[in-house]
């Protein structure tokens, strides 16, 4: 059985994506800064199968944090990384743009940069997928910081990929897109196209175990998003006048 890392497992997608696997019988390293919903986790499964891990992404030390899970599971087969939020911010609040940066971006090289190496420099076998979004398909004005970091994941991702081959490394990567999910992260709003959490986690696991290199999730999301990447950015730009009345989003 493999052991899997979901980095940012304390709630939504990367909770549901840990649960599938803890029924899967995988041993689970679950991380996120909410201690309690961690040990929710560990209470609620078979004894022994799973491992948390209390640590915040943007902090110097995640890297370490993350090596000592690892360490404790005896190694690592599969991670998501799945820690990540997203704010509109059109009056462009720095400390909101900058956090964003800091979680999304700069917590998934973190951890990406760790994984990598340690596979690689072991002659390892290992998958990391990332959850980015359809949000990185085209730059959103109402959240560039958003936008740009789920863009910067799934790039990084794609780079990571080419440098398995310049490695000559055995890593595959996926880089997952969800649409709108039923998780905190869109604060009990009502959007069109949204899916459920679980739903989400299945197709995200089914991905990772068919080693998919890029998921839409859902079919009418990767429809839109086809049509999303047709759009040319002129249009795209004078297309903001219809963003306005949804400033505060999510
Ligand atoms: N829901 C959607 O509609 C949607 C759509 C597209 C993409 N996504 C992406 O899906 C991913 C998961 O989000 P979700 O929808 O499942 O929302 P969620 O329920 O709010 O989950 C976010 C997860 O990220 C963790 N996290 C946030 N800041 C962190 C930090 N500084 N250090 C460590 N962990 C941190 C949280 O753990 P702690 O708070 O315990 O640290 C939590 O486990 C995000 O990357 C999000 O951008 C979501």
Redesign the pocket.
């Known amino acids: 059985m493999k052991n899997v890392i979901v980095?940012?497992?304390?709630?939504?997608?990367?909770?549901e994506v840990a649960e599938i696997y803890i029924r899967q019988g995988c041993r689970v390293g679950v991380?996120?800064?909410?201690k309690y919903?961690l040990d929710e986790i560990v209470r609620t499964s078979p004894a022994g199968q799973v491992f948390p891990q209390v640590?915040?992404?943007?902090a110097e030390t995640?890297a370490e944090s993350l090596a000592e899970l690892v360490e404790r599971m005896g190694g690592v087969d599969i991670c998501l990384y799945?820690?990540?939020?997203?704010h509109t911010n059109t009056a462009l609040e720095p400390s909101l743009e900058l956090g964003q940066v800091?979680?999304?971006a700069k917590?998934f090289v973190r951890c990406a940069v760790w994984l990598f190496n340690y596979w690689a420099d072991k002659g390892l076998k290992g998958h990391l997928a990332v959850?980015?979004?359809?949000?990185s398909i085209l730059p959103l004005g109402v959240c560039p910081s958003?936008s740009a970091t789920?863009k910067f994941e799934a790039f990084y991702a794609q780079a990571l990929r080419q440098l398995a081959v310049i490695r000559d490394a055995d890593i595959s990567i996926t880089v997952i897109?969800?649409?709108?999910?039923?998780?905190?992260?869109?604060h009990g709003r009502h959007f069109p196209m949204?899916i459920r959490?679980g739903k989400a986690a299945a197709k995200i696991v089914r991905a990772i175990r068919r080693r998919k290199k890029s998921v839409v999730i859902d079919g009418r999301w990767a429809a839109l998003g086809l049509v999303m990447r047709l759009v040319p950015f002129p249009l795209w730009n004078w297309g903001g006048r219809f963003f306005r009345p949804y400033k505060d989003m999510?």
């Open positions: 980095v940012g497992a304390t709630s939504g997608i990367g909770r991380t996120g800064r909410r919903l640590f915040d992404v943007s995640a799945s820690s990540g939020y997203g800091d979680v999304n917590g959850i980015s979004s359809v949000a958003y789920k897109k969800p649409g709108f999910v039923d998780t905190d992260f869109i949204t959490r999510f």
